[in-house]
């Protein structure tokens, strides 16, 4: 049966895939590219560090549309069909779900690979000094974490709220903006600093997206 959704997930997300995995091996190397242009040697890992100033937000902004379209894009295809698929399947609608997650978090292994694959391909053309070295493993493991965290809100927000997710992120949005105006209003700005830095802040739950990104480290 899981092989089954396995095949239909693939099937529908396939180009977001491809198109995701090229992106995520081609962002080491375009990384290094921007830092040899503010740097003396290009070929230096110095030229990497300061591209991955760069590049880190590049892969933020990969990982969040990756993974929302991973979980939105096969919610849509099946309510498209009134969910005839899953309601045709001999397994409890909870099961079919379990399922469809755990086949689109399969599939963020791929972007996070190629990434591996990127990354150790820019470390194979440098010469590191003992005083650095290089994490490809890492940098791709807390992409998928990314990844993971991502998809997981995306696709807890499609199937907990359906048809109505747009509206419900929507209004998220907008009343986090309007609280913060208001607190900022009345001078308690500061409450909205700690919830920030509670959020983006190790160990907060978006830790993961703000800290810096880095391939080349001490």
């Known amino acids: ?49 300061s591209g991955f100033h760069t590049g880190g937000p590049m892969l933020v902004l990969i990982g969040i549309l990756a993974a929302f379209l991973l979980a939105a894009y096969p919610w849509t295809m099946d309510a498209a069909a009134k969910h005839t698929l899953p309601l045709s399947l001999p397994i409890t609608w909870r ?62 927000l499609q199937y907990l709220a359906g048809r109505r997710s747009a509206a419900v992120a929507l209004g998220l949005l907008v009343g986090g903006v309007l609280l913060s105006a208001g607190l900022a209003i009345i001078g308690d700005g500061g409450v909205t600093g700690m919830l920030f830095d509670w959020l983006v802040e190790f160990p907060g739950p978006l830790a993961v997206f703000a800290s810096d990104w880095k391939l080349i480290d001490v």
């Open 1 to 49: 049966m899981f092989a089954q959704v396995m095949f239909t997930q693939l099937r529908w997300t396939r180009m977001i895939l491809l198109f995701t995995s090229v992106a995520t091996f081609l962002t080491p190397v375009i990384a290094w590219w921007i830092g040899g242009t503010r740097v003396l040697n290009p070929e230096s890992p110095r030229a990497v560090m």
């Open 95 to 156: 099961r079919y779900v379990a399922m469809r997650f755990a086949a689109g978090a399969l599939l963020l292994v791929v972007p996070a690979l190629t990434l591996w694959f990127g990354a150790l391909l820019v470390v194979a053309q440098l010469e590191l000094p003992p005083t650095l070295r290089a994490y490809p493993g890492m940098l791709a493991l807390r992409f998928l974490a990314a990844l993971m965290l991502a998809y997981s809100m995306t696709f807890a």
